[in-house]
């Protein structure tokens, strides 16, 4: 008896120092000096299924841990084995790299991290295909195109949170361009990546109601985490294989809209071309970059370059004027007409070279001089 008991004593011994050694070799393959993944017996389960997350801005880290956090329930039936996210920046020429944030969050949470400067390096596709081996990749905001070697690698595919209710505003700028355009509701999608940009087949979708001064600051991280929500809620059928390209809903060619990239120039308010409605819904949209700016003229001096950061719309009409004059109420804002005779009020602004204020202080710098509305230098 105690014979049988030392053999199985060291049988353990033996498995355990295998799987150590497995988990070793698998950290080692991926090319960084990580500690061991806390749930490292997950990841030899025979029904654990291999999950690599690629993502890079702060908005892809929140998904990211609500990701792994689901994985560490027992019937997840998954493990985060791997991130991929662009490489760390360098803050000046002989500064310290600065991982970005989803790879701080890997980081922190002993996922081992891979960032290839580009997703078809040979290097960083042999070692998915060799150590990495995942079964699923998921990606948000990762900003960079995956090419079809990529594409073939995970067995149930590779799957994409996007902030807008596909085929409308596919590219680079869902939620700005949704917000430029008033759309309400906007909402986010999960499909299916193929080689085309956000075209792949959808797997779920699910509308989300703004307000009518929201801007993207907020709806941006808001869709997100709705997204990630709605991609676990699906995990399951998507490993299990009952969710698959072929299953999921095929997207109509002909209702695309694409989102085209933010160029800074379309940041200036065109006021005396637009309507107010135009150039608050522009606001709310380029909130995070590339903000939008007029040039008021105080008094006799030189036209200066405000930015403007929160605006409203007013239900008036009047007759088009230059004059920008603070509203008579507690709390009102500069209200500036439009060369269509709309009323748009804004609340908060920052000239150059100053901080941002609201509008009764910029009133109160002024000193009782006149403002108008001019068009810039150049126009």
């Given at each position: 008896m105690r014979l049988n008991s030392r053999r199985a004593s060291a049988c353990s011994l033996l498995i355990m120092t295998t799987l150590l050694c497995l988990s070793r070799a698998f950290i080692t393959g991926l090319g960084h000096r990580h500690r061991v993944y806390p749930l490292l017996t997950k990841l030899y389960s025979i029904d654990t299924a291999r999950v690599l997350f690629l993502g890079t801005p702060d908005v892809a880290a929140t998904s990211l841990r609500t990701i792994v956090e689901d994985s560490q329930k027992e019937s997840s039936g998954y493990s985060v084995v791997g991130v991929v996210t662009q490489p760390p920046k360098r803050r000046k020429r002989k500064g310290k790299e600065i991982p970005s944030p989803v790879g701080y969050v890997a980081e922190e949470l002993d996922i081992p991290v891979l960032t290839p400067e580009k997703a078809k390096d040979t290097d960083f596709l042999d070692n998915l295909e060799n150590n990495v081996r995942p079964d699923l990749c998921i990606t948000a905001a990762y900003g960079q195109y995956l090419p079809k070697r990529f594409l073939a690698i995970p067995k149930c595919g590779t799957v994409n949170i996007h902030p807008s209710l596909l085929p409308r505003w596919r590219g680079a700028s869902p939620v700005q361009r949704s917000l430029q355009a008033g759309d309400n509701p906007v909402g986010v999608s999960v499909l299916f990546t193929v080689s085309k940009m956000d075209a792949g087949p959808i797997i779920a979708q699910k509308e989300y109601t703004v307000g009518k001064n929201d801007q993207a600051t907020t709806v941006l991280p808001l869709l997100f985490e709705v997204g990630t929500e709605l991609l676990l809620e699906n995990l399951p059928d998507i490993l299990s294989g009952k969710i698959t390209m072929e299953t999921a809903i095929q997207q109509d060619e002909a209702l695309v809209t694409e989102a085209s990239m933010i160029n800074a120039a379309e940041a200036e308010l065109r006021v005396w071309e637009e309507s107010a409605t135009t150039c608050h819904n522009r606001m709310?949209?380029?909130?995070?970059?590339?903000?939008?700016?007029?040039?008021?003229?105080?008094?006799?001096?030189?036209?200066?370059?405000?930015?403007?950061?929160?605006?409203?719309?007013?239900?008036?009409?009047?007759?088009?004027?230059?004059?920008?004059?603070?509203?008579?109420?507690?709390?009102?804002?500069?209200?500036?007409?439009?060369?269509?005779?709309?009323?748009?009020?804004?609340?908060?602004?920052?000239?150059?070279?100053r901080k941002a204020m609201d509008a009764k202080s910029f009133v109160n710098g002024i000193q009782g001089k006149t403002v108008t509305w001019v068009k810039p230098p150049a126009e």
């Open positions: 709310r949209g380029f909130s995070m970059w590339p903000g939008t700016f007029i040039y008021l003229q105080v008094g006799d001096e030189e036209p200066i370059k405000v930015k403007i950061i929160e605006t409203r719309v007013l239900p008036d009409s009047v007759e088009p004027t230059t004059m920008v004059e603070l509203g008579p109420d507690k709390g009102d804002g500069l209200r500036l007409v439009c060369g269509d005779g709309s009323i748009l009020e804004i609340l908060t602004l920052q000239p150059v070279t």
